[in-house]
């Protein structure tokens, strides 16, 4: 458990580490970083990502993990972008209209249950001519079977995992669609902030171990082919280099 105390009249951020005393300068990078582990923590308890949309449709993502996420789509330039995860359908909108901006692309959501309504919202939506929904567990054979014939030999695919976040289904998702992405491209296991959640109010002790994070980690270990790898910012004038994210140790990348 770590304490942090804001001085603004001193400017100074002071770190209790379990003992450990630890004085920043306020408006240093270090104390940014903490105080934006802390931001995100709070942010995630008060369901901050609960509050966005994207051309019409709920998009419970950080516009940060967002924004990162078009630069790579713009860098990859996928013919095909795999989510497992359609929620309201916010983000497939996102990377539909990403597709449509750059010319070229289509979007499959899958996901073991896609409600009436937000299958009539994104079917009626107007990018949804990039959009192919396919309802049933990610992780089932005969899903993975339809998927894998959906895309075309010599595509360019990026890979988003963002449906159960369990480690298991996490990592079945993984060793299910790796095989699906591009040398140079990514298959991203979202959410992975549920590691640093396990003490948040509507967070669970065992997210500790039981996380995206971890599959991820574990998955890299075994495949050598694949790399975490956060992507590089193609712009960056500041001394930062972290991003601020719900997706720690995420970006599987394909070497």
């Known amino acids: 458990m770590t304490k942090l105390t804001l001085d603004t009249e001193t400017k100074i951020l002071t770190l209790d580490d379990a003992g450990q005393i630890k ?20 942010g995630w ?9 994207w051309m019409g449709r709920p998009v419970i993502q ?9 630069e790579v789509i713009f860098q990859v330039k996928p013919d095909v972008i795999i989510e497992t995860g359609v929620a309201h359908g916010g983000s497939l909108v996102f990377y539909s209209s990403l597709c449509k901006a750059m010319g070229n692309g289509r979007v499959f959501g899958i996901d073991i249950e896609i409600r009436p309504n937000n299958r009539a ?9 990039r959009i192919t929904l ?7 054979p005969e899903i993975v079977t339809k998927v894998r014939s959906l895309v075309k030999s010599g595509e360019t695919v990026l890979v988003i995992l963002d449906s159960n976040h369990t480690y298991t289904h996490v990592y079945d998702e993984l060793e299910a669609y ?19 959640l396990a003490d948040v109010p509507r967070g669970r002790t065992s997210w500790s171990t039981d996380n995206p994070t971890f599959a ?3 998955f890299a270990a075994k495949h050598p082919e694949f790399v975490i790898e956060q992507p590089a910012w193609p712009f960056n004038e ?3 280099d972290q991003n601020i994210t719900h997706w720690p140790g995420a970006w599987l990348k394909r070497v």
């Not at 270090?30 to 995100?40: G, K, L, P």
């Not at 950080?62 to 078009?70: A, F």
């Open 178 to 196: 790796a095989e699906l992405v591009t040398v140079g491209s990514y298959i991203v296991a979202t959410d992975g902030i549920m590691c640093d």
């Open 121 to 129: 919202a994104i079917e009626s939506h107007p990018l949804n001519d």
């Open 134 to 140: 396919i309802e049933g567990s990610s992780t089932a």
């Open 23 to 42: 004085t920043l300068d306020l408006f240093s990078k270090d104390a940014f970083e903490a105080i934006s582990r802390q931001w995100v923590r709070v």
């Open 238 to 240: 500041s001394a930062l």
């Open 62 to 70: 950080l516009p940060e993990d967002m924004i990162r996420m078009q």
């Open 45 to 53: 308890s008060q369901k901050y990502q609960y509050t966005f949309s």
């Open 216 to 218: 991820a980690r574990d």
